[in-house]
C-alpha cells in the first residue's frame, strides 16, 4: 500500500509539472536600422541627454543604438558618449513648431539582442533641453517582446 501511494504520488507530480506553462522567452532582435525623418519636414528641434537605467545599463556597449519616435517614425538617434565612467546618450530631436505628439524611446541592446522600450513619454518642444551631463534624464525601459 505504502508503494502504491508513494507512486501516485510521484505520478500527479510529474503530470502537474507537465501542466505548468514555461517562462516566456524573451525575443531577441536583429540590430534596428533606423532612419531618421528629413529635418526639411520637421525643420525644428529639442535636445536630452540621457542615460539608461541601473537594470540595463550593466549590459552596455558601444553597439548600442537609442531612438526617439513619434509611432513608427524616427525622430532622433542617440549619440553615445562616456562621462566619468557614466555612459550617456546625445539625442536631437526632430519636429514641427506645432508638434502635439508623444515622444517615445527604444533602446537596442547589442549584447543580448533585445529591444526596450520607454515608459515614459514626453511631448515634442522647441528648443527645449532634456537632462543635462551633470543630471542626465533616466529613461526607464520595458523589454519588448
Not at 505520478?11 to 501542466?19: D, E, F, K, R, S
Not at 525575443?27 to 536600422?33: D, G, I, L, M, Y
Not at 530631436?93 to 543580448?112: C, D, P, T, W
Not at 528648443?127 to 543630471?135: A, E, H, L, R, Y
Request: aromatic share 8%.
Amino acid at each position: 500500500m505504502k508503494k502504491l501511494s508513494i507512486i501516485s504520488l510521484l505520478i500527479i507530480t510529474l503530470l502537474t509539472g507537465m501542466a505548468c506553462k514555461k517562462d516566456k522567452k524573451a525575443t531577441s532582435f536583429s540590430t534596428p536600422n533606423w532612419v531618421l525623418v528629413k529635418k526639411e519636414l520637421h525643420p525644428y528641434s529639442m535636445t536630452a541627454v540621457i542615460k539608461i537605467d541601473e537594470a540595463i545599463n550593466k549590459t552596455i556597449n558601444i553597439t548600442d543604438q537609442l531612438g526617439v519616435f513619434v509611432g513608427t517614425e524616427c525622430r532622433g538617434k542617440g549619440a553615445q558618449v562616456t562621462n566619468n565612467g557614466t555612459t550617456l546618450f546625445y539625442v536631437q530631436i526632430h519636429g514641427s513648431a506645432s508638434e502635439q505628439s508623444n515622444l517615445s524611446f527604444r533602446y537596442y541592446n547589442a549584447k543580448n539582442g533585445y529591444m526596450y522600450e520607454s515608459t515614459q513619454q514626453i511631448s515634442f518642444t522647441v528648443d527645449d533641453n532634456i537632462g543635462s551631463v551633470d543630471n542626465p534624464w533616466v529613461i526607464l525601459l520595458k523589454q519588448m517582446n
